[in-house]
């Protein structure tokens, strides 16, 4: 099996501040992570790779040291790695980050699956997965929590608001992967090493024959017009007491806001 | 023709999603500011059956796409349809609910029209001077707000998250239904539903429609201490949430679980009991109407976003509290 990931290089949520003059976030000094959620969809890969043979290839887009994300996923297992990455492609939103990452897939080959995670946690859309499937012509099943192979197609377990579903898919197709799916595996001393080393392939705009219109902020129908700070808390209060003063003063104050 | 606005009238089952009647709501109020005209679309075997509820909250038109394809959400037909849909009528704005179906189904249409889609919105507004949808979401789990327009591309998408917007009835319904032709011929059948399972826990299925949610920490101590925050939801009629620490430590189920890597919740009152207030936590909880943190240490971050603070041992103010709600029902 020829099975994609696609990963996004993200800031380490625990370690993020918000600068509250620009309301950008503080990135200096912040390590930054894989996504969390896509170390759940490398998982998946993996475990269908380990299964059934094949490769799995790691794919990023974003700034030159993005690369480090996908050292990290060699190090778990991964067998290649691509980046992409040009000054073209910045200010990207998800149909412009869809279009160029389709686009390399593409010229990867043939890929049985591809699989991402179910959002990324700095932009939290959730909308890149089908859209690159849309791009790929595959189909997409989202909230996948378990993927098998069953002849010439896959057997999907789909996490919804109330329960499960299970899906029947035909190859190739798309997957985005929720956190209750697995957890990844530890990296192999031996991988480490390797990756280290590991020749990274990087593309620019040149290379993926893309239309200019189409990538980074050119191709973006949207536009963040303004950032701001959620709004405050007005009327805020606090209570101390005794246990009986606190429970009666808490059931005073919910009746004052009409909300008990 | 005059522009139009158009809600995806979600339906599993036969019965339409509750975020529906909320995009209703607030569409009929862009409807007034815009001029353009509130409508819905529905996909289902005959939506003949959800005109008049859709009337009732405000549509004008229904375009009912009826055809036994689509008696659940199958990504391929649903958005493919819509497409062509979109295509041949032109609708200024389409809203659909942040729900697993919507945020499956607008990105896969949004990169099939190039237009473009603003995720999971708490705010929307029209701009009159350009005819621009204001969409207003939250970004990194909550702690920044941006206002994201599409100026060039029509129609302007945003996925809508529940229960942020009201549910408001008209006073004299009135709608046309419009019957369009569907034609999944040209369609591979390359997926299939085969099975659907529902979870039986009645507490976790009411965790994303609930008006009040009572969650347990890691400060509830021990596994058998979830009982105080069962007796208080009981107490209030709410929903039972819960911090990752405690599903993790295996206390309770993971359909319990609030935040970023757990569900996403908006009541009317959220009670956090013994939760320290993570990043990730509050991510899943920041946007419920009065957020209630009881807490021993007066420096944890839950009070940084609680509405009322209550200082103490859980221990001793959550029975206090059981008794006295249940003393004054008589
Ligand atoms: C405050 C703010 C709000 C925004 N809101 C919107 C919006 O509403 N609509 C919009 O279109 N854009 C929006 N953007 C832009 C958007 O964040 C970027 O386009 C981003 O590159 C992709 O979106 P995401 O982070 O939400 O990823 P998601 O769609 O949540 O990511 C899902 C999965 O796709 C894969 N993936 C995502 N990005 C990459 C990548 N660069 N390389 C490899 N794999 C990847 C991963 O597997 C990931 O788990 C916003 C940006 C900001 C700063
Ligand atoms: C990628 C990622 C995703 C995550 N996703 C989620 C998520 O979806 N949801 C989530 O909740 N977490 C999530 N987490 C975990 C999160 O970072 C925290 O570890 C977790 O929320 C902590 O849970 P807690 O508040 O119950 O425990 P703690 O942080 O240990 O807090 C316990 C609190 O209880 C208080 N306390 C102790 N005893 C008492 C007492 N007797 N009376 C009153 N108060 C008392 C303490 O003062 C403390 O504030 C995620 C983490 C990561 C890295």
């Known amino acids: ?260 | 023709m005059s522009k139009e606005i158009w809600v995806f009238a979600e339906q599993r089952d036969g019965v339409l999603a509750g975020v529906v009647k909320e995009l209703l709501s607030k569409g009929r109020e862009l409807s007034e500011k815009s001029g353009f005209e509130l409508c819905a679309v529905v996909l289902s075997e005959d939506g003949g059956v959800f005109c008049d509820e859709l009337y009732k909250f405000g549509a004008k038109k229904v375009y009912t796409l009826d055809n036994a394809k689509f008696s659940y959400y199958q990504n391929d037909y649903y958005s493919r349809s819509i497409a062509d849909l979109i295509k041949k009528y032109v609708p200024e704005i389409v809203l659909y609910g942040a729900t697993s179906i919507g945020r499956s189904l607008a990105p896969t249409i949004a990169a099939m029209l190039h237009v473009g889609l603003t995720a999971d919105c708490t705010q929307l507004d029209f701009d009159v001077e350009n005819g621009n949808l204001l969409q207003t979401r939250p970004a990194f789990g909550g702690n920044i707000m941006a206002t994201i327009v599409s100026p060039n591309h029509r129609p302007q998408m945003a996925t809508v998250r529940s229960n942020v917007f009201k549910k408001e009835p008209v006073d004299n319904p009135s709608g046309e239904r419009i019957v369009c032709e569907t034609n999944l011929d040209g369609i591979p059948e390359r997926m299939r539903r085969v099975e659907v399972i529902k979870e039986s826990d009645a507490n976790t299925i009411d965790l994303n429609a609930a008006q009040y949610i009572v969650s347990g920490g890691r400060g509830l101590g021990a596994p058998e201490n979830f009982k105080l925050v069962y007796d208080l939801a009981a107490e209030l009629g709410a929903a039972v949430g819960a911090s990752r620490a405690t599903v993790d430590a295996g206390w309770i189920s993971h359909h319990h679980q609030v935040g970023q890597t757990g569900k996403t919740v908006c009541p009317v009152v959220y009670i956090a009991c013994g939760i320290s207030g993570a990043i990730q936590h509050l991510a899943g909880m920041q946007s419920s109407d009065v957020i209630v943190a009881i807490n021993k240490d007066p420096s944890a971050p839950i009070f940084d976003v609680a509405d009322i603070g209550l200082i103490g041992d859980l221990h001793e103010v959550v029975p206090e509290l059981i008794r006295q709600l249940a003393a004054a029902k008589g």
């Open chain 1, 1 to 260: 099996m020829k099975i994609a990931v696609c990963i996004k290089q993200v800031p380490d949520s625990d370690k993020v501040t918000i600068d509250r003059e620009t309301n950008r976030l503080n990135r200096t000094g912040v390590p930054s992570i894989i996504n969390p959620f896509d170390e759940n969809a490398l998982e998946m890969a993996l475990q269908l790779r380990d299964l059934y043979g094949g490769t799995v290839t790691v794919i990023s887009m974003g700034p030159p040291q993005a690369e480090e994300a996908l050292r990290t996923a060699l190090a778990h297992g991964a067998d290649e790695a691509v980046l992409l990455s040009d000054r073209k492609f910045g200010g990207a939103d998800t149909w412009a980050t869809s279009y160029t990452i389709s686009l390399a897939i593409r010229k990867l080959g043939d890929f049985d699956a591809v699989f991402f995670g179910k959002q990324a946690i700095d932009g939290d859309t959730a909308q890149v997965g089908p859209g690159v499937a849309n791009f790929l012509d595959m189909p997409v099943v989202t909230y996948a929590k378990s993927v098998v192979v069953e002849g010439d197609h896959f057997k999907v377990e789909k996490v919804t608001e109330d329960g499960f579903e299970i899906w029947e898919v035909a190859k190739p197709a798309a997957f985005t992967v929720v956190k209750e799916a697995n957890e990844l595996r530890m990296q192999s001393l031996r991988r480490k090493m390797a990756a280290k080393k590991a020749v990274i392939t990087v593309w620019g705009f040149d290379d993926l024959g893309a239309d200019v219109g189409l990538v980074g902020l050119s191709g973006s129908p949207t536009k963040v017009s303004k950032v701001f700070a959620p709004p405050v808390k007005t009327n805020k209060a606090t209570i101390t007491g005794t246990p009986a003063e606190m429970a009666s003063e808490l059931i005073k104050k919910l009746k004052e806001r009409n909300v008990l």
